[in-house]
Structure formats: C-alpha cells, structure tokens
C-alpha cells in the first residue's frame, strides 16, 4: 500500500469516525474541526489499531481536550 492509500485510507476512517461521533461531539459542545484533528491524531497514534479502539480513545482525548 503506497503513502497516498494510507492517507486516503486514514481520511476515510476520520469521516466514519466523525459520522459515529457526530452526537458526542454535539453534546459536549466540541467544534468539528477539533473534533477532526483529535480523530486524526487518534488514528495516527495507532493506524493499525481496531477502529473501535480509535473511536475510544478519540472520545476520551476530546473530554480531556475539554477539561
């Protein structure tokens, strides 16, 4: 797999993320261009990870980025 079909990969699992955390991210009063840098640094910090996994810990580093 080249760099570019890792990024396109890596974009597409930040839009399905996002999707899924739409209402979270609505309810703790988080902007979506935050909210997309977490998802994008979550996904960085483990691109191999389970996407569940990176959904989790996306949601807990937005309440962090929240305290």
Do not use: N, Y
């Not at 389970?50 to 929240?66: F, G, N, S």
């Amino acid at each position: 797999m080249s760099d570019s079909d890792t990024r396109v990969d890596g974009k597409q699992l930040c839009e399905r993320l996002l999707t899924r955390l739409g209402g979270f991210v609505q309810g703790i009063g988080l902007s979506v261009p935050a909210a997309w840098e977490i998802v994008e640094r979550a996904i960085a910090d483990g691109p191999h990870a389970d996407p569940a996994d990176i959904e989790a810990k996306a949601r807990a580093w937005m309440l962090i980025a929240l305290a």
